[in-house]
């Protein structure tokens, strides 16, 4: 069956532009996860929901980062005034409960901010 | 901010050898996950073992756990030029649903 997909795969802008990056998770799956990894590191949590609920939100690095699910199925990541460190992978996973189990990942959205 | 170390950070091997990476993690977990990423593609999942297990094997994957040691590590046997990746671990806590990944070993095996 079909896994997770993200739109785009690659996206550019210029320092100070919003971007909205989104995640289509296995269908049925409850929970959803925004990583960020950088290179050469490993992903690093954002944030979690279960269902279109946003319970965890703890990993946003700041104000300018927003995440939405509002029917509890495909989730947008947006980022507003992009900044050259925002630049990164950013990686959706989405897991069939909600609890423990393994995460199933996209294949990211590369930003470069120039 | 990660939540541990894996090491080797990087690992050179020959086809057909064994390759062993290492993780240790700092809180209690209900679990750990090792995972798989290749050039260009997302992270694969591949094997999870639970607080109260010790080893856990997945085909040519053998995976030791010690929580009084708070570490783990992954044994590949029989290694294919085609398990070149980075592998990372991943722990989950006993009160998150998130992942919390180490910096990764860097795995090249050559034919």
């Known amino acids: 069956g079909a896994g997770v997909s993200q739109s785009p795969r690659y996206k550019v802008a210029k320092r100070g532009q919003d971007v909205a990056l989104r995640c289509d998770p296995i269908s049925g799956h409850v929970s959803l996860f925004w990583y960020q990894q950088a290179l050469g590191q490993g992903p690093e949590f954002l944030t979690y929901f279960q269902n279109e609920a946003q319970l965890d939100k703890s990993g946003l690095p700041s104000d300018r980062f927003f995440a939405e699910r509002p029917e509890g199925s495909v989730s947008t990541l947006k980022i507003q005034r992009t900044q050259q460190e925002d630049s990164a992978v950013y990686l959706c996973?989405?897991?069939?409960?909600?609890?423990?189990?393994?995460?199933?990942f996209g294949p990211g959205t590369r930003l470069t901010v120039l | 901010s990660q939540q541990g170390e894996e090491d080797p950070q990087a690992l050179s091997i020959q086809e057909g050898e064994n390759a062993t990476m290492n993780c240790s993690y700092k809180?209690?977990?209900?679990?750990l996950q090792w995972y798989r990423q290749n050039s260009g593609r997302g992270l694969v999942h591949l094997i999870l073992?639970?607080?109260?297990?010790r080893e856990k094997h997945s085909g040519r994957l053998r995976v030791t756990l010690d929580t009084s040691k708070k570490s783990s590590s992954l044994l590949i046997t029989a290694s294919r030029a085609a398990d070149t990746a980075s592998y990372f671990c991943a722990t989950v806590t006993e009160y998150g649903n998130k992942l919390v990944f180490g910096a990764g070993t860097i795995l090249r095996v050559k034919s």
């Open positions: 073992i639970r607080s109260n297990e």
């Open positions: 996973a989405s897991s069939q409960t909600r609890t423990y189990n393994e995460q199933f």
């Open positions: 809180t209690s977990i209900n679990n």
